[in-house]
């Protein structure tokens, strides 16, 4: 599934704070770096499965925030929660 939404934080927190809670918020399925760049993080689970975020400054100076994963939905959910959202998530 896809999340997104727009949050009050620049992407750089955005993709610190997803490393950090994944690494220490999700102990029966922690996630670990294997990629990341200014934009993007991907986070590799002990069982190989994957997340991927990726956050950027769109045109009106908001940062949207995209998350990918097919394991990890609940935890993206409550990641996000924890986030400033100026939206509502859209999940497809």
Do not use: C, I, Y
């Not at 100076?61 to 998530?89: C, H, I, M, N, Y």
Request: aromatic share 10%; proline share 5%.
């Amino acid at each position: 599934m896809t999340h997104t939404t727009v949050v009050a934080l620049p992407p750089e927190e955005v993709l610190a704070r997803a490393q950090a809670f994944f690494l220490e918020r999700v102990p029966h399925a922690a996630a670990f770096v294997e990629k990341e760049g200014p934009r993007f993080l991907v986070l590799r689970g002990q069982g190989g499965e994957e997340v991927v975020f990726s956050a950027w400054t769109e045109a009106g100076g908001k940062t949207r925030v995209r998350a990918s994963t097919l394991f990890f939905d609940q935890a993206v959910d409550r990641f996000l929660s924890t986030l400033p959202l100026e939206a509502g998530v859209e999940v497809v």
